[in-house]
């Protein structure tokens, strides 16, 4: 069954069969006279199979887009020293968040300090090398054991650069470390990877927290991500890039369109329906994660499907009903099967053939005049 649609379904029914003799049960049958038929007149439309368009509705929910949301995690076990922006806060990228300051950071740059140390001496060394080298001072040889410890030393250095960047030193900072009258401290500024809004603050300065513990969450509102849940048996209909609207159904004013991005290949475990991933460009920071939305998808029928409609079908208790057309003063009611009804039109299951003619029109009137009949039956 599919999750949050609002078309009306209805069980197959049973259409009426003639009697053996072939006979129409007079009960069935409307007949005009030429009188009443001038002055109701009925327009009919005949039946063709055709493809069905119409807008599935599903329920969905909002949530942060990918690329769109960042977690700050510490890097290393340490204490919060200093925080630069607080939930609710809008934050540009690149712009500090906070500070942490630990003896693991110290020792990070101490040993990059050191590693770059030893690959300036080698370079120095080798220069000197190379002189003696070319003056016939020194044999090649040493040379060449010299190039084992220049190229030991330098992928030292490159590691020790690496894990300062790993942990979220910039490397316009990494190459102020070299500065030989820079002030060095065991303190670690942490940037806003993205521009956002700071949407969870889970430290207070002071703190002391573990490595990877998360710390604060930035998102950024310019896009979400909306899934929409779909019933199996119409998955099928959807492909990416299919047009879709998201709203919300008590405001009307509140609606963004967009296109399917991607479809789950698997039924999802919990609500067991197809789910439907759209990244959507936000209207005023509408919608926003964590809401409840409608998504309106528009799809088509893989096959021809005869429809009527709803201007043609009536109800008598929880049978949906048509008028055929038999003659020009003539209608027989036809009981039918829906097996889906959009805002204009119904899908027929069963009642109906290719060809057939019915009535689109003073339909309320037919109901009474067949009604008629049968309390004179009576």
Request: proline share 7%.
């Amino acid at each position: 069954m599919s999750c949050g649609r609002e078309e009306i379904f209805q069980e197959p029914v049973e259409t009426i069969s003639l009697p053996p003799s072939g006979r129409i049960p007079d009960d069935q049958l409307v007949h005009l006279t030429p009188e009443q038929a001038a002055e109701v007149p009925i327009e009919t439309t005949i039946i063709q199979p055709a493809r069905f368009s119409y807008r599935l509705k599903v329920p969905g929910t909002v949530f942060p887009a990918p690329d769109y949301i960042f977690k700050l995690s510490a890097p290393f076990n340490a204490r919060i020293t200093d925080l630069y922006a607080h939930e609710g806060e809008p934050v540009k990228k690149g712009q500090p968040v906070l500070e942490l300051e630990s003896l693991e950071f110290a020792n990070l740059v101490a040993e990059y300090i050191q590693a770059r140390a030893e690959v300036t001496y080698q370079e120095s060394r080798k220069q000197r090398l190379t002189v003696l080298v070319e003056k016939e001072l020194s044999p090649i040889r040493d040379l060449e054991e010299f190039q084992v410890d220049f190229i030991r030393s330098t992928a030292i250095a490159r590691a020790a650069q690496a894990r300062l960047l790993a942990v979220g030193m910039s490397a316009s900072r990494i190459e102020q470390l070299e500065e030989p009258t820079r002030e060095l401290n065991a303190r670690l500024e942490m940037y806003a990877p993205i521009n956002g809004v700071i949407s969870e603050h889970l430290i207070d300065r002071g703190q002391s927290v573990e490595a990877y513990e998360h710390m604060a969450t930035i998102i950024n509102l310019d896009k979400v991500l909306v899934q929409g849940y779909v019933s199996p048996d119409e998955a099928g209909l959807l492909k990416p890039g299919d047009a879709l609207t998201i709203l919300l159904k008590d405001f009307p004013n509140r609606i963004v369109e967009g296109r399917i991005s991607t479809i789950n290949p698997a039924l999802d475990p919990i609500n067991r329906s197809v789910t439907v991933n759209a990244i959507i460009n936000t209207q005023n920071a509408w919608p926003m994660p964590g809401i409840n939305v409608r998504m309106e998808i528009q799809v088509q029928t893989p096959d021809p499907v005869i429809t009527v409609p709803l201007s043609a079908l009536t109800y008598e208790g929880a049978q949906a009903l048509v008028f055929l057309k038999v003659d020009e003063y003539t209608y027989r009611k036809q009981v039918i099967s829906t097996r889906r009804v959009s805002s204009l039109d119904a899908i027929v299951e069963s009642g109906l053939k290719d060809g057939e003619e019915i009535a689109v029109s003073q339909i309320f009137t037919l109901k009474a005049l067949s009604q008629m009949g049968e309390g004179e039956e009576e």
